[in-house]
C-alpha cells in the first residue's frame, strides 16, 4: 500500500496552460503539504493544510492554488503555467500533535511529480 | 528561523560506519533536530529526530551536543542503499529544507 500518492507522475505542458497535481494519503493524517524542489534541488514548502485549512502559505504566486476536499487529498492547481514552474512537487502529510504541535511528527512524502513546461 | 550547516558532500566505504554532522549554533530551546533523507528519485524520508537525548533507531543514532549547538547522525554500517542527500532540520512548525550532506558510499 502507498501511504502518500502523487498522480501523475511525469507532467510535461505548454506554457500557459492549466494543470493540476492529485495527491492522497492513506495514513489517516490530518495535515497535508506541498513542496517544491528546484532544479538545483532546494526543497521548498509551498502549503501546509491541517483539517482542510490552509495554515501556512509561502511566497508563492496566486497561480498556484491548494484544494482540500478531505482530510487525506490536497491537489495543486496551476494556472497559466511558466518556464520557471518546471520542477518537482512533492506532496507530504502528517499527524498534527496537540502536545507537541508539528515539531514532533515526521511526514511521509510522496514520490514527486516532475513538471515541465515548454 | 534557525539555520543548519552540513557538509556538501561525503563518502564512505560500505559496512563502514558514517558520521554525518549538522551545526545550528542559533537552535532555540523548542526546536527539534530532525533528519530526513532523500534518495535518488525519490521523495524525502524520514531517519530519525531528537530533541536533547541520543536517540538510536532501526535506521541510525542521532547524537546531540550537551549545548545542542551541533548534531551528529551515525549510520553504523553503511550500505550502498544508503547513498542519499541527508538533511537536517530545526523544527519549531513547518520544516525547512538546507541544502543537505550529499552521501557517497563506495564499494
Known amino acids: 500500500d502507498t501511504a502518500v500518492s502523487q498522480t501523475p507522475k511525469y507532467l510535461v505542458t505548454q506554457m500557459g496552460n492549466d494543470k493540476s497535481i492529485k495527491c492522497e494519503q492513506n495514513l489517516g493524517h490530518d495535515t497535508m503539504y506541498w513542496y517544491k524542489q528546484d532544479s538545483k534541488k532546494f526543497l521548498k514548502i509551498m502549503f501546509s493544510?491541517?483539517?482542510?485549512?490552509?495554515?501556512i502559505n509561502e511566497t508563492v504566486p496566486n497561480r498556484f492554488s491548494p484544494k482540500s476536499p478531505d482530510k487525506a487529498h490536497l491537489n495543486l492547481h496551476i494556472n497559466s503555467l511558466e518556464l520557471g514552474d518546471s520542477a518537482v512537487y512533492f506532496c507530504?502529510?502528517?499527524?498534527?500533535?496537540?502536545?507537541?504541535?508539528?515539531?514532533?511528527?515526521?511526514?511521509?512524502f510522496g514520490p514527486g511529480t516532475r513538471l515541465t513546461v515548454l | 528561523d534557525a539555520k543548519t550547516t552540513q557538509p556538501n558532500s561525503m563518502e564512505s566505504n560500505e559496512e563502514e560506519p558514517v558520521h554525518l554532522p549538522c551545526n545550528h549554533s542559533t537552535i532555540s530551546g523548542t526546536d527539534y533536530i530532525h533528519w530526513y533523507r532523500q534518495l535518488p528519485s525519490q521523495g524525502p524520508e524520514y531517519v530519525i529526530h531528537?530533541?536533547?537525548s541520543n536517540v538510536n533507531n532501526r535506521m541510525a543514532s542521532l547524537a546531540i551536543a550537551e549545548d545542542r549547538k551541533s548534531s551528529t547522525l551515525i549510520l553504523h554500517r553503511a550500505t550502498l542503499r544508503d547513498a542519499a542527500v541527508y538533511y537536517c532540520i530545526l523544527r519549531d512548525s513547518d520544516m525547512r529544507f538546507g541544502a543537505g550532506t550529499r552521501l557517497t558510499v563506495k564499494p
Open positions: 493544510y491541517n483539517n482542510k485549512e490552509l495554515i
Open positions: 531528537g530533541l536533547t
Open positions: 507530504a502529510s502528517s499527524q498534527f500533535s496537540p502536545l507537541a504541535g508539528s515539531s514532533y511528527n515526521e511526514q511521509f
